[in-house]
């Protein structure tokens, strides 16, 4: 016998009841723990849910950026003061030799396209980025380029499971998503250049 349990409804009342605190506790979570190799999706999801799709996609759009950032900031300091240690252990992870050449092979592109719905794990792309000759503004950019397309879809897909939702949010959705698959698509065909 299944437990009682609160309707999408009563959970985001309960979200817009508690007042700013909340969405900034939320922010600050989302952007502290993303730094680490935990899947950002749950974040992603959890905001469209909580706070619709204007909110939800501002939320996560800026703490996965900070989280980014961080990552990226964080690993080249560790980089300058350790360097034969953090380059070591990186080059031992099996994950990391193949965006670790396709960033060395396009530069920042590299990065915008692996943040298009890609397999690549978005901590694992923030640490390669760090050990690659990446510079942080073209990496800052490409991050924000790359992410928005599948951080909209999925935020979108989140407020679709209240209900509530227009049907044309899951269509944007869905579209957006396509964008990030055609973009993917679109840079396993140029030829390599290396653009840091």
């Known amino acids: 016998m299944l437990l009682p349990h609160p ?7 309960w979200a817009d009841s508690t007042g700013p605190w909340f969405l900034v506790l939320f922010f600050v979570a989302h952007a502290v723990i993303t730094v680490f190799p935990i ?19 501002a939320v996560c759009m800026a703490a996965s950026t900070v989280a980014a950032s961080i990552a990226f900031l964080g690993v080249r300091e560790v980089d300058r003061r350790h360097p034969s240690r953090v380059i070591a252990r990186a080059r031992e992870h099996r994950a990391y030799a193949p965006i670790a050449a396709r960033l060395r092979a ?12 890609a397999p690549a794990p978005f901590s694992l792309v923030n640490y390669a980025s760090a050990l ?13 380029a790359g992410l928005a397309p599948g951080t909209i879809a999925v935020v979108l ?6 209900g509530e939702s227009s049907p044309w949010l899951v269509v944007i959705s869905g579209a957006l998503m396509a964008i990030g698959i055609a973009g993917l698509l679109l840079d396993a065909r140029m030829p390599a250049r290396p653009e840091a």
């Open 7 to 13: 309707g999408a409804a009563t959970i985001r009342a």
């Open 39 to 57: 899947p950002r999706t749950i974040f992603t999801v959890s905001a469209g849910f909580l706070f619709g799709p204007v909110v939800g996609i």
């Open 157 to 162: 897909l989140g407020d679709a499971l209240t």
């Open 106 to 117: 396009r530069g920042w592109l590299a990065v915008g396209s692996l943040r298009l719905i």
């Open 132 to 144: 690659s000759p990446v510079r942080f503004w073209p990496y800052f950019g490409a991050t924000v």
